[in-house]
Each structure stands twice: as structure tokens, then as C-alpha cells.
């Protein structure tokens, strides 16, 4: 008994341990964009969304329902990782997999926006995940049960397609309801400086400067100027025109940034 | 690894408990509960099941796993999760493993950045690094971030675990997000028209000198763009790119106000905008202020005596009227007569009755301050009227003062004593005369207070104090 409670919970904490990317990084980089996965030198890889922030994956079982490998992941220095605070935790990928708790035997279907809606019957569970449903449930940790919220229940097959919803979520970004056109970066102290310091967007792009230090710092170019921001304090820019755009903290000018709009 | 072993020591802990078993029907809010499985729960007031984490938010609660009850597996799958239990606030200073900063635990879940060492230093003692715990990323999104701790004035870590008696109470306090809000209950994906905007106050009715939280939350499915927070009117807080958003208002000393209004306005990542308001009343007649004095003259008296009644009120206030009540009915109303009002009335009823008693001074602005309740107890033996008298009402550093104790009962007066305001007793004088201490001289300013006892012959008592203001010359 003891033995099996072990390994499941070994599977929640053993994230970290597994996490290990297929290729080594010589090289780090402070250049990346909304999107992107990635780590500092710990093992721990992250999520960075459109608003600046990374998210957790809480297990294992949670990046493998949205990656195949680790091949895509960016290593960047640990300093700006720490000026990235964390948005919260990413969830399953809706469709691919159903999900239930040890404590309880319902089992649930993840639609989107991180909804759990519980399936029914045993009919609607064969429906969606054919006769070898058993196999594509999942026990979400109780502890991470609480990052998913809880929609209708599912009475007819016709309220929910697997393949639809992964249709619908094809990123991270996607099934959290961000919007593609928007865009965050961190100011840290002067030797993290713009995190990131460099990031491709679209035209039409909202980039968002927050600031995450305890001292004050602007954000300064030839197109657009903010006022002094001290800690917590945000200003936007919408980039309407494609080119490169450098831009410097207006109180530190050896801080420098580049937004490239494509 | 690491979290692995810690994770087994709570299922260990669980595991060897004796079994308890007992009804689900029977659980009362608070409760710790388990079933067949080690894991242990917290039974919330909402019927929900709250889930320990780690194994370290447990032991910020409770010291061991002695009073968990074992609930059988059905019924534990009948109990719906609730969430996720934080750290009990000013308990410990938490961090994650991906970013230096260290923060103090607040009220319902809110993690403050502590600015500097030093302030680490003054909140938490010198070997403050010792209670930093490491809270899983994973976990962390179970917590919001507050504002910055940047004064020792600005947050009080024994005070806030004070605040937080049970996990309920906590929960309370926190900023109920409307993902917690969801959890488990039959809400529909549907895209909301306008954003859904909550606005909170853990405190109301208000105090002078209260520190107050004010929380917001919204929801949209596009997304929040920005939350700001107002008091009267004031920005106190604007939040980016979140859906909770919190600030802290330090109530003034004195205000000249009945009612305070918190407001919020959201704003959507597609530009929608939304706003709330919350009306906050200034603290009504119903909790004791420090600003409305009672002195009853004899507590205890004999069936058919009287005794009298005085309500004063501070300096501070300005006075309106000042109204006492016997056992909430009305007794006597004292319009513009400066800053007490006095009744004396013949007590009537069988030995062991009592009677409650307060006053309540309303200011000009209509400001209500109630007195704390004294009790008078009908009883065979009435206790003796004392009087404590200064010979000045204040006096220079430098100077004494004599401080007067006299007693007066129907059975006579066994004895008269001054004391200091440890009630360490400086004089007692035998018999019926009044009882005299020179007191002084101070060195220092400040006010000094005595208190004066007298008993009867049958041995009844009663205390008194005075004060004496000493001044600089």
C-alpha cells in the first residue's frame, strides 16, 4: 500500500528530475519571445506567455500532454529568470487526456480554459476515448486540483469532441485565453536589465514594460518614452510598424532592449 | 528529490494514526480528516475538503497529526476538494527555488516581499534565514503577491498569526478569486459579456488606527489588463496583468467621517472597463472605543440601594450627547453637558441579579463611541463605595503627590489601601479613616495610575484607580 502511494507521489515531485532537455546548453541567451519554453540552469522548464509571466508545469504528465520532447527549450541566465515572476500553473491540454483525483471516482474531460467537466457515463467515456478509455485518465494530484476549475457535467456526446478542443488549443497561450497581439517585459535591477532584452512580436503588437525592481527605471526610445516607474509600475506601447526598435531605461542608460516587429 | 521524503514523512505521519472512525454527517467545520488513503484534510465551513501540500504548510498549523478523524472512502469522495492550504501568515517567510526574494505571509494566502535584510532582521530576529521555507513553484500560484513590506511599522508577524485562528479564518480573509470561486460548482463556460468584478474588505465596520486589506478580483475570458484600487477616492494600488489585486490603508488617528468608501475599476484586455464599490461604515456603537470611559461606583450593592453611574468621554471627541443604558434600556440622556454624564438609581431584585451597564457619547458629526459593559450584582453584602483622590490632577517632574483612599459601607471598613498599577501595594491603613500615600517624586513625564481598595467588616471589597498626568516645567 505504502509502496504504491510512494510512486505516485514520487510521479508529482519527480518533475524537476525528469525535466532534464535532450541536448545540453553551452550557451545562454537573454534573447526570446512570448511562447517560449524555458529554464535557468536548474532542471525546472517554464511556459513564458504573452503577459510577461512564466508558468509552472506542476508534473511531468502535464508537459507531455502539450510537448513531444524538449527540444525547443531556450536556457536563459539564471538572474533573468528570477525577474520573471510566475503567472501560475500550466494545465492539461484539453482533449488529449481525461483526468480524475485518488479521492474521488469521477472521471472528468479538460475543456478549455483549464474547465473540468465531469463524463457521466461509462457510454460518453467510450464515445470520446474508445473502448480503451481506462487508459487515458490521468490522477491530478489533489494538490494541483485546485489549478483547474469545474464546468457542467457532460450529458450527451454531442456537448464535447476531444478533437475539436485540441483543435481550438494548439498553445499554451491559446488555452489560457491570451491574447497573441499583446506582449510583456520585465525590468529588472541594471544587470538584468530588460527581460527579455531582445523579443520578436507581430505588428500590431501591445508590448508591456513592468517593472519588478525595487528601484526606479524608464523605458526610453526615439518613438516612445515612458514616465518613471517605480516597483510594480507598467507602461504599454503598440508597435503599428515593422523594423527593429531599440530602446533604453532612461535612468540607466547602459540598459538597452530591443522589440523586432515582423 | 528532496520534496519526495518530505511528501512521505505527512503519508508516514497519516499512516500510523489510530483510527477514529466517525460519520461524515458528523464533522464540524475544522476538522482534520482522512479516510483509508494517508493523505489528511482540512474540513472546511464551506463543506469542502482543503488539500495540505506539503507536509511544511501542515506544521505552520498544527504541531502533530493527534486529532485527525477517519471518515470512510465514500464519504471523503462525497466531500468536494476545496483547494489548497497556505501558510499560516507571520508564522514563516517564504521564497521559491527560481527567485531571491524572500516574503512574509499575510492574511489569506498574500505574500509580501520584505525589502531589505535588515527589516528581515527587526520582523524576524537575527537568525531570520533559518525560518525561510522553499514553497514549490508548483505551489505558488496558490498565493497572491501583496504589496512590498518596506517598514517594520507596515506588518507585525505576531499580530497577523494572531489574526489567523483556524484555517476558515484565513480563508476568509483571502481575496476570493474567482478561480476559487468556480472550483466545484456547476458554472458554464460561457463567455461572460462584462467582466465579473468582486471588491472586499477584511475589515467593516472601521476603526480609528485600523489597518485595512482591501482585495479585488476580476474575471473576463479575454483577460484583466489592469486593477485599480481606491479609498475615498484616493489610487492607493494599481495591478497589471492579474485578477486579484490588494492594498493595505492605514486608518488615520482621527477622522472626521461616518462612512469610507473602497472602489474599484477594471480594465480588460480588449478594453472593456468595469468598476465596484464597496461602502465601509465608520464602527458603530457596538464594540467598546477607547475614547468613552465607565465608572460605576459600587459594583456590588444590596437589594434596594443605589449606586451611580459615570460615562466620560475623551478629549478628543466632540461631544454631542452622552446616553447610559441599564440592561440596553435607556436611563439617562445628557445633551451638550460637556464630557460626563452621571445617573444614580435604586437597584431592586432578588440576591445574585445583575445588571449590565454602558454609555454611548455620540460626537457632533454623529460618530457613535460605546463604553465597555460593568455589571452591578445585587448581593447580601454590598461592597463599599470607594473614592480615590490626587491632591492635584497633575503635577511638574520633580513634584509629589498624595493619593487618597477613603471607603464607606453600612457594615463599616475594615481596611483602605493604595496601590501602584501592578496593584503592588504601597500603604494600608486599618479602620474606617481614609488612607493617604505621598507619592513621587518622578523623574520622567507620562501618566501614573493607582488604584484604591476598601473592604468592609464582612469582607466585601471594591477598586478604584486614579491617574496623575506628571509634566515638564
Same mark, same amino acid.
Given at each position: 500500500m505504502f509502496k504504491r502511494i510512494t510512486s505516485l507521489i514520487a510521479a508529482i515531485a519527480m518533475l524537476a528530475g525528469?525535466?532534464?532537455p535532450v541536448s545540453t546548453f553551452a550557451a545562454t541567451t537573454s534573447s526570446f519571445n512570448p511562447g517560449t519554453l524555458i529554464k535557468g540552469s536548474g532542471q525546472a522548464v517554464y511556459y513564458f506567455a504573452e503577459n510577461g509571466k512564466r508558468y509552472v508545469f506542476p508534473n511531468e504528465k502535464t508537459y507531455f500532454t502539450w510537448y513531444n520532447d524538449f527540444n525547443k527549450v531556450v536556457q536563459i541566465p539564471d538572474t533573468l529568470l528570477y525577474a520573471i515572476p510566475i503567472g501560475g500553473n500550466v494545465t492539461y491540454r484539453p482533449g488529449k487526456k481525461m483526468v480524475k483525483i485518488t479521492t474521488d471516482p469521477k472521471v472528468y474531460v479538460v475543456d478549455e480554459g483549464g474547465y473540468l467537466r465531469h463524463v457521466t457515463t461509462e457510454q460518453l467515456a467510450q464515445t470520446?476515448?474508445?473502448?480503451?478509455?481506462?487508459?487515458?485518465?490521468?490522477? +491530478?494530484?489533489?494538490?494541483?486540483f485546485t489549478n483547474y476549475k469545474t464546468g457542467n457535467a457532460i450529458t450527451t456526446a454531442a456537448e464535447y469532441s476531444p478533437a475539436n478542443v485540441m483543435t481550438n488549443t494548439t498553445t499554451i497561450s491559446k488555452d489560457k485565453g491570451f491574447d497573441e497581439l499583446m506582449a510583456a517585459v520585465s525590468i529588472g535591477n541594471t544587470m538584468t536589465g530588460f527581460v527579455p532584452s531582445s523579443m520578436t512580436v507581430k505588428k500590431g503588437t501591445t508590448v508591456t514594460w513592468t517593472n519588478q525592481d525595487s528601484a526606479t527605471h524608464s523605458v526610453k526610445s526615439d518613438g516612445f518614452q515612458s514616465e518613471n516607474l517605480s516597483y510594480n509600475q507598467s507602461y504599454s506601447h503598440t508597435f503599428n510598424s515593422t523594423g527593429s526598435f531599440q530602446y533604453y531605461d532612461g535612468l540607466h542608460t547602459s540598459v538597452v532592449g530591443t522589440i523586432n516587429v515582423q | 528529490m528532496k520534496s519526495i521524503s518530505v511528501i512521505g514523512l505527512i503519508l508516514m505521519a497519516a499512516l500510523i494514526l489510530s483510527s477514529n472512525v466517525a460519520n461524515a454527517a458528523t464533522l464540524s467545520a475544522g476538522t482534520l480528516i482522512k479516510a483509508s488513503g494517508p493523505a489528511v484534510y482540512y474540513y472546511s465551513d464551506t463543506g469542502k475538503r482543503l488539500v495540505f501540500p506539503t507536509e511544511k504548510t501542515f506544521k505552520t498549523w498544527f504541531s502533530d497529526f493527534s486529532n485527525v478523524t477517519t471518515v470512510t472512502d465514500a464519504e471523503l469522495a462525497a466531500i468536494p476538494?476545496?483547494?489548497n492550504v497556505t501558510y499560516k501568515p507571520g508564522v514563516k517567510l517564504v521564497k521559491i527555488t527560481t527567485d531571491p526574494s524572500v516574503y512574509a505571509v499575510a492574511a489569506g494566502g498574500v505574500l509580501r516581499h520584505i525589502a531589505s535584510e535588515s527589516l528581515a532582521v527587526s520582523l524576524y530576529g537575527p537568525d531570520w534565514n533559518t525560518k525561510v521555507d522553499d514553497v514549490p513553484d508548483a505551489f505558488f500560484t496558490n498565493y497572491n503577491v501583496g504589496s512590498e513590506i518596506t517598514s517594520t511599522s507596515d506588518f507585525s508577524p505576531s499580530a497577523i498569526t494572531a489574526l489567523a485562528t483556524s484555517i476558515d479564518a484565513d480563508k476568509l480573509a483571502r481575496t476570493t478569486g474567482q478561480t476559487t470561486d468556480n472550483q466545484n460548482t456547476n458554472t458554464t463556460t460561457t463567455t461572460p459579456t462584462a467582466p465579473i468584478v468582486t471588491l472586499t474588505s477584511n475589515k467593516s465596520p472601521l476603526h480609528l488606527n485600523d489597518l485595512v486589506t482591501i482585495s479585488a478580483t476580476a474575471s473576463y475570458a479575454t483577460g484583466i489588463r489592469q486593477i485599480s484600487l481606491f479609498f475615498d477616492g484616493q489610487l492607493l494600488n494599481t495591478c497589471n496583468y492579474t485578477t486579484i489585486c490588494n492594498v493595505d490603508y492605514h486608518m488615520p488617528a482621527y477622522y472626521q467621517k461616518d462612512s469610507f468608501e473602497a472602489s474599484v475599476t477594471v480594465q480588460t484586455i480588449d478594453l472593456k472597463t468595469a468598476s465596484k464599490v464597496l461602502d465601509l461604515p465608520f464602527a458603530s456603537a457596538t464594540q467598546a472605543a477607547s475614547e468613552a470611559s465607565i465608572k460605576v461606583d459600587r459594583s456590588t450593592i444590596n437589594p434596594g440601594q443605589s449606586t451611580g453611574i459615570t460615562v466620560t468621554a475623551a478629549?478628543?471627541?466632540?461631544?454631542?450627547?452622552?446616553?447610559?443604558?441599564?440592561?440596553?434600556s435607556t436611563v439617562k440622556g445628557c445633551d451638550y453637558l460637556g464630557r460626563t454624564c452621571q445617573w444614580s438609581q435604586v437597584y431592586n431584585g432578588n440576591i445574585g441579579k445583575t445588571f449590565n451597564v454602558y454609555g454611548i457619547i455620540t460626537d457632533t458629526s454623529g460618530r457613535a463611541y460605546r463604553t465597555t459593559d460593568e455589571t452591578i450584582t445585587l448581593a447580601a453584602n454590598d461592597s463599599p463605595a470607594v473614592t480615590v483622590l490626587t491632591s492635584k490632577p497633575?503635577?511638574? +517632574?520633580?513634584?509629589? +503627590?498624595?493619593?487618597? +483612599?477613603?471607603g464607606a459601607d453600612d457594615n463599616g471598613i475594615q481596611s483602605n489601601i493604595v496601590s501602584d498599577a501592578q496593584k503592588a501595594v504601597l500603604k494600608t491603613c486599618s479602620g474606617a479613616s481614609p488612607c493617604t500615600y505621598s507619592a513621587g517624586p518622578w523623574s520622567q513625564t507620562g501618566t501614573y495610575t493607582f488604584y484604591g481598595k476598601a473592604t468592609d467588616l464582612l469582607g466585601a471589597s471594591d477598586?478604584?484607580?486614579?491617574?496623575?498626568e506628571v509634566r515638564n516645567n
Amino acid at each position: 500500500m505504502f509502496k504504491r502511494i510512494t510512486s505516485l507521489i514520487a510521479a508529482i515531485a519527480m518533475l524537476a528530475g525528469t525535466f532534464m532537455p535532450v541536448s545540453t546548453f553551452a550557451a545562454t541567451t537573454s534573447s526570446f519571445n512570448p511562447g517560449t519554453l524555458i529554464k535557468g540552469s536548474g532542471q525546472a522548464v517554464y511556459y513564458f506567455a504573452e503577459n510577461g509571466k512564466r508558468y509552472v508545469f506542476p508534473n511531468e504528465k502535464t508537459y507531455f500532454t502539450w510537448y513531444n520532447d524538449f527540444n525547443k527549450v531556450v536556457q536563459i541566465p539564471d538572474t533573468l529568470l528570477y525577474a520573471i515572476p510566475i503567472g501560475g500553473n500550466v494545465t492539461y491540454r484539453p482533449g488529449k487526456k481525461m483526468v480524475k483525483i485518488t479521492t474521488d471516482p469521477k472521471v472528468y474531460v479538460v475543456d478549455e480554459g483549464g474547465y473540468l467537466r465531469h463524463v457521466t457515463t461509462e457510454q460518453l467515456a467510450q464515445t470520446f476515448y474508445n473502448i480503451n478509455w481506462k487508459n487515458q485518465v490521468d490522477d +491530478v494530484p489533489d494538490a494541483f486540483f485546485t489549478n483547474y476549475k469545474t464546468g457542467n457535467a457532460i450529458t450527451t456526446a454531442a456537448e464535447y469532441s476531444p478533437a475539436n478542443v485540441m483543435t481550438n488549443t494548439t498553445t499554451i497561450s491559446k488555452d489560457k485565453g491570451f491574447d497573441e497581439l499583446m506582449a510583456a517585459v520585465s525590468i529588472g535591477n541594471t544587470m538584468t536589465g530588460f527581460v527579455p532584452s531582445s523579443m520578436t512580436v507581430k505588428k500590431g503588437t501591445t508590448v508591456t514594460w513592468t517593472n519588478q525592481d525595487s528601484a526606479t527605471h524608464s523605458v526610453k526610445s526615439d518613438g516612445f518614452q515612458s514616465e518613471n516607474l517605480s516597483y510594480n509600475q507598467s507602461y504599454s506601447h503598440t508597435f503599428n510598424s515593422t523594423g527593429s526598435f531599440q530602446y533604453y531605461d532612461g535612468l540607466h542608460t547602459s540598459v538597452v532592449g530591443t522589440i523586432n516587429v515582423q | 528529490m528532496k520534496s519526495i521524503s518530505v511528501i512521505g514523512l505527512i503519508l508516514m505521519a497519516a499512516l500510523i494514526l489510530s483510527s477514529n472512525v466517525a460519520n461524515a454527517a458528523t464533522l464540524s467545520a475544522g476538522t482534520l480528516i482522512k479516510a483509508s488513503g494517508p493523505a489528511v484534510y482540512y474540513y472546511s465551513d464551506t463543506g469542502k475538503r482543503l488539500v495540505f501540500p506539503t507536509e511544511k504548510t501542515f506544521k505552520t498549523w498544527f504541531s502533530d497529526f493527534s486529532n485527525v478523524t477517519t471518515v470512510t472512502d465514500a464519504e471523503l469522495a462525497a466531500i468536494p476538494l476545496g483547494g489548497n492550504v497556505t501558510y499560516k501568515p507571520g508564522v514563516k517567510l517564504v521564497k521559491i527555488t527560481t527567485d531571491p526574494s524572500v516574503y512574509a505571509v499575510a492574511a489569506g494566502g498574500v505574500l509580501r516581499h520584505i525589502a531589505s535584510e535588515s527589516l528581515a532582521v527587526s520582523l524576524y530576529g537575527p537568525d531570520w534565514n533559518t525560518k525561510v521555507d522553499d514553497v514549490p513553484d508548483a505551489f505558488f500560484t496558490n498565493y497572491n503577491v501583496g504589496s512590498e513590506i518596506t517598514s517594520t511599522s507596515d506588518f507585525s508577524p505576531s499580530a497577523i498569526t494572531a489574526l489567523a485562528t483556524s484555517i476558515d479564518a484565513d480563508k476568509l480573509a483571502r481575496t476570493t478569486g474567482q478561480t476559487t470561486d468556480n472550483q466545484n460548482t456547476n458554472t458554464t463556460t460561457t463567455t461572460p459579456t462584462a467582466p465579473i468584478v468582486t471588491l472586499t474588505s477584511n475589515k467593516s465596520p472601521l476603526h480609528l488606527n485600523d489597518l485595512v486589506t482591501i482585495s479585488a478580483t476580476a474575471s473576463y475570458a479575454t483577460g484583466i489588463r489592469q486593477i485599480s484600487l481606491f479609498f475615498d477616492g484616493q489610487l492607493l494600488n494599481t495591478c497589471n496583468y492579474t485578477t486579484i489585486c490588494n492594498v493595505d490603508y492605514h486608518m488615520p488617528a482621527y477622522y472626521q467621517k461616518d462612512s469610507f468608501e473602497a472602489s474599484v475599476t477594471v480594465q480588460t484586455i480588449d478594453l472593456k472597463t468595469a468598476s465596484k464599490v464597496l461602502d465601509l461604515p465608520f464602527a458603530s456603537a457596538t464594540q467598546a472605543a477607547s475614547e468613552a470611559s465607565i465608572k460605576v461606583d459600587r459594583s456590588t450593592i444590596n437589594p434596594g440601594q443605589s449606586t451611580g453611574i459615570t460615562v466620560t468621554a475623551a478629549e478628543t471627541v466632540n461631544v454631542k450627547n452622552i446616553t447610559i443604558y441599564v440592561d440596553t434600556s435607556t436611563v439617562k440622556g445628557c445633551d451638550y453637558l460637556g464630557r460626563t454624564c452621571q445617573w444614580s438609581q435604586v437597584y431592586n431584585g432578588n440576591i445574585g441579579k445583575t445588571f449590565n451597564v454602558y454609555g454611548i457619547i455620540t460626537d457632533t458629526s454623529g460618530r457613535a463611541y460605546r463604553t465597555t459593559d460593568e455589571t452591578i450584582t445585587l448581593a447580601a453584602n454590598d461592597s463599599p463605595a470607594v473614592t480615590v483622590l490626587t491632591s492635584k490632577p497633575w503635577i511638574y +517632574v520633580g513634584e509629589t +503627590v498624595d493619593v487618597t +483612599v477613603s471607603g464607606a459601607d453600612d457594615n463599616g471598613i475594615q481596611s483602605n489601601i493604595v496601590s501602584d498599577a501592578q496593584k503592588a501595594v504601597l500603604k494600608t491603613c486599618s479602620g474606617a479613616s481614609p488612607c493617604t500615600y505621598s507619592a513621587g517624586p518622578w523623574s520622567q513625564t507620562g501618566t501614573y495610575t493607582f488604584y484604591g481598595k476598601a473592604t468592609d467588616l464582612l469582607g466585601a471589597s471594591d477598586e478604584r484607580s486614579v491617574t496623575v498626568e506628571v509634566r515638564n516645567n
